[in-house]
């Protein structure tokens, strides 16, 4: 059974950094591509950030470039995302998933076995 545990999460004020980290057990983590969404209060899930299987590429929606950086370390079983210059828009539940990258793109898993339960970013003015 796959498992991935966000932490780091937490609350701060607008302008601080805060670096997220996801754990996974119970696959093999780098035969993955692994994201990283968020969803704010009253929001549907949105796209943040992506990498590929060997952290080659990596993807990240317009709204966070410059400001956010996805790595993972395949010998701790780890995806992290590094957010920088913090701003209120950015509260939301952020979680963490196994994916695929096609051509260029990444694609979420189908269902919920391969997401995490989310970590809380509270960024205040």
């Known amino acids: 059974q796959v498992l991935l545990v966000e932490s780091g999460g937490g609350l701060v004020q607008a302008g601080a950094s805060l670096m997220l980290s996801c754990t996974v057990s119970?696959?093999?983590?780098?035969?993955?591509?692994m994201g990283w969404y968020r969803q704010a209060p009253g929001k549907g899930r949105e796209f943040v950030a992506a990498?590929?299987?060997?952290?080659?590429?990596?993807y990240y929606t317009d709204s966070v470039k410059g400001r956010v950086t996805i790595s993972r370390d395949n010998a701790k079983n780890t995806v992290y995302l590094q957010m920088n210059s913090l701003e209120p828009e950015d509260t939301a539940i952020y979680y963490c998933?196994?994916?695929?990258?096609?051509?260029?793109?990444?694609?979420?898993?189908?269902?919920?076995?391969?997401w995490g339960q989310g970590t809380q970013v509270t960024v205040s003015s």
């Open positions: 998933n196994a994916g695929s990258v096609i051509r260029g793109r990444y694609y979420p898993p189908i269902g919920n076995d391969y």
């Open positions: 119970g696959h093999t983590f780098s035969t993955y591509a």
């Open positions: 990498i590929s299987r060997n952290g080659e590429d990596t």
